[in-house]
């Protein structure tokens, strides 16, 4: 059984700063990438940022220069440091991880997602 557990979400004004946590609890399982997506509401979930297992990263453009991916493969714990925040950086964030238990094939896994909140 795997289970992703956020942190770090809330209220912060424009051009404020965020730091969100998110931890993969269980054993046997090898994780191949893990990545934040958020989604406002009415809108189509969307990727934010992306890390590999071999590090390479991916973000997305609105984020560039701004947000910034980093894990700690020894705690199994992915990490967004969210800057310059913007009102429209406002959304429902979701850690999502794909990973493989055992010798099983990788799928994917999310958490139940926290709130950030950009305002005034």
């Known amino acids: 059984q795997v289970q992703l557990v956020e942190s770090g979400g809330g209220l912060v004004q424009p051009g404020g700063s965020l730091r969100l946590s998110c931890a993969a609890s269980?054993?046997?399982?090898?994780?191949?990438?893990m990545g934040w997506y958020r989604q406002a509401p009415g809108t189509q979930r969307e990727l934010v940022a992306l890390?590999?297992?071999?590090?390479?990263?991916n973000y997305a453009d609105s984020v560039k220069g701004r947000f910034t991916i980093s894990r700690d493969n020894a705690k199994n714990t992915v990490y967004l440091q969210m800057n310059s925040l913007k009102p429209e950086d406002t959304a429902v964030y979701y850690c999502?991880?794909?990973?493989?238990?055992?010798?099983?094939?990788?799928?994917?896994?999310w958490g139940q997602g926290t709130q950030v909140t950009v305002s005034s």
């Open positions: 999502n991880a794909n990973l493989a238990l055992g010798f099983g094939l990788p799928r994917n896994y």
């Open positions: 269980g054993s046997g399982f090898s994780i191949y990438a």
């Open positions: 890390i590999t297992s071999g590090s390479s990263i």
